[in-house]
């Protein structure tokens, strides 16, 4: 397999950071206080599919001179119902002769450039240009905010806002929920309806958009879509997880093996496996360094971490046949520790076979024999193990129960390639260390970081493991 080619086609799959996460038909409610009479709308709404640009979008030059061209900017400062104010900015085709749906964007990142006479620079690109250059050519409001105090917009923000659970609360949803209310009754040829969009690439996004926002005669798409990496396969399905996915639980044995099979009643003496975590010299969460999180590390070759002592391994026989897994991956952890907080991260990993062949042309110089590729990882924080609204200490040498759920993920380990499972307990800089005190972390002082000794149980009273829904092929 060309891990160039896997790493190109898993951006393009990736449901967690790409989806079209909200239509509506209309904003209804009560129109804020100090909302503007909606400007007269006497554009017509025939014609939706006809574009507004004829001409192809190919290059970052194109789209930035198309859409000065073409499209008007507005800046606006939309009132909340709590009074603070949300930095938005709207670009508006200049054809009024029709109305055009509102597609929507919020985030914590900043628009720039600000200012409504600037437009973006095709040499700082920001999302207009790798992004809707269709969206662009076939007509559409665009429309993107500051999320609440971020920039240019007022209040306070707060990273993963608790949802509002009192009469007048505010949350993303009420944010959002204004926002659509507001710019319906006020921006210029809206046809009243909005899409609110992630960071999603618009080869999968534009048929749903057209289709839902414009109407456009485009058969409904199926529940799911998905890529199967390992086969580099398309695949859609009527359910997801798919019809025929069966549960199979994968636990980890004596010697750093993973097999299919029930924990015998004494494979070994201990009964688990123990490492030493120390916060300030966490794993990090790849092999290469740099200041920034880079991308490539979903796939990334995970020999770095196997090496290292504070990082568990669990190998399993090399397969016979090809196993094809989808759908959510479960973890459950026994583990006890010397401390009073741990976090626990699970890896599932794709080893590659000793011969297989590097990639050609190479320019990253990959080698690929033994290769370790991530598929998917995930991170649980101990004391939120029972419940994320209360936080519970460990108590030292006590066994307890962790359990959580990987993303989902469609992927085949190919006959001669081998399933790995890596436990450890940092992930630096992905997830910020744990000083492993049961303690408020965003507080914690250097006194309150302290290395322990953390315990993986893996007996038939205490297994351990992760349970992984097969589509097809034989563990």
């Not at 994968?250 to 003496?269: M, N, Q, T, Y």
């Not at 209360?390 to 108590?395: D, G, L, S, T």
Request: hydrophobic share 35%; aromatic share 10%; proline share 9%.
């Amino acid at each position: 397999m060309d891990v160039r080619s896997w790493r190109s086609m898993r951006l393009l799959a990736r449901p967690s950071w790409g989806a079209l996460c909200l239509t509506v038909a209309a904003c209804g409610g009560a129109p804020s206080k100090t909302a503007a009479e909606a400007p007269p709308n006497t554009a017509s709404s025939e014609a939706p599919l006809t574009p507004v640009i004829q001409a192809e979008l190919s290059d970052p030059a194109s789209i930035v001179a198309a859409l000065r061209e073409h499209y008007t900017k507005y800046e606006y400062r939309i009132p909340m119902r709590d009074g603070v104010r949300l930095f938005t900015m709207a670009y508006v085709p200049k054809d009024r002769s029709r109305t055009y749906p509102i597609l929507m964007t919020r985030t914590p990142y900043g628009v720039a450039p600000y200012g409504p006479d600037a437009y973006v620079d095709e040499k700082k690109p920001g999302f207009l240009l790798h992004s809707i250059a269709m969206y662009l050519r076939s007509g559409y409001i665009l429309v993107q905010q500051d999320v609440r105090g971020c920039y240019m917009s007022e209040g306070d923000f707060v990273n993963v806002r608790p949802h509002a659970t009192v009469k007048g609360g505010v949350d993303e949803s009420t944010d959002a929920y204004d926002t659509i209310d507001w710019l319906v009754k006020n921006v210029p040829a809206n046809s009243g309806k909005v899409g609110v969009r992630g960071g999603s690439y618009q080869a999968i996004e534009f048929p749903f958009v057209q289709r839902y926002l414009k109407g456009a005669a485009i058969p409904p798409p199926p529940e799911a879509w998905v890529f199967e990496t390992g086969t580099n396969e398309w695949h859609s399905y009527p359910s997801w997880p798919p019809a025929g996915v069966k549960p199979v639980f994968v636990s980890f044995h004596a010697g750093g093996k993973l097999a299919a099979s029930a924990v015998g009643a004494k494979e070994d003496e201990a009964g688990f496996d123990a490492y030493v975590s120390d916060p300030h010299k966490p794993v990090p969460y790849r092999a290469k360094s740099g200041v920034a999180v880079d991308q490539d590390y979903m796939t990334d070759d995970q020999r770095f971490a196997a090496r290292r002592t504070d990082v568990l391994t669990y190998d399993m026989a090399t397969l016979e046949n090809d196993v094809t897994i989808a759908g959510p991956i479960e973890a459950s952890l026994w583990v006890s520790t010397t401390g009073t907080d741990a976090d626990f991260v699970v890896k599932v990993i794709d080893v590659y076979p000793s011969e297989h062949p590097d990639p050609v042309p190479n320019p990253a110089g990959v080698h690929m024999g033994g290769y370790q590729q991530l598929v998917r990882a995930e991170i649980m924080r101990g004391k939120f193990r029972n419940s994320f609204e209360k936080p519970v200490p460990f108590e030292p040498g006590e066994p307890a129960l962790v359990r959580f759920t990987l993303p989902d993920t469609f992927h085949t380990f190919r006959a001669g390639h081998r399933i790995m499972v890596q436990v450890q307990s940092s992930w630096f800089p992905l997830a910020d260390r744990n000083p492993q005190t049961f303690t408020d972390i965003y507080r914690a002082t250097d006194s309150d970081f302290h290395t322990e000794t953390h315990r993986i149980h893996r007996t038939a009273a205490m297994p351990s493991g992760i349970t992984m829904g097969v589509l097809r092929g034989k563990i």
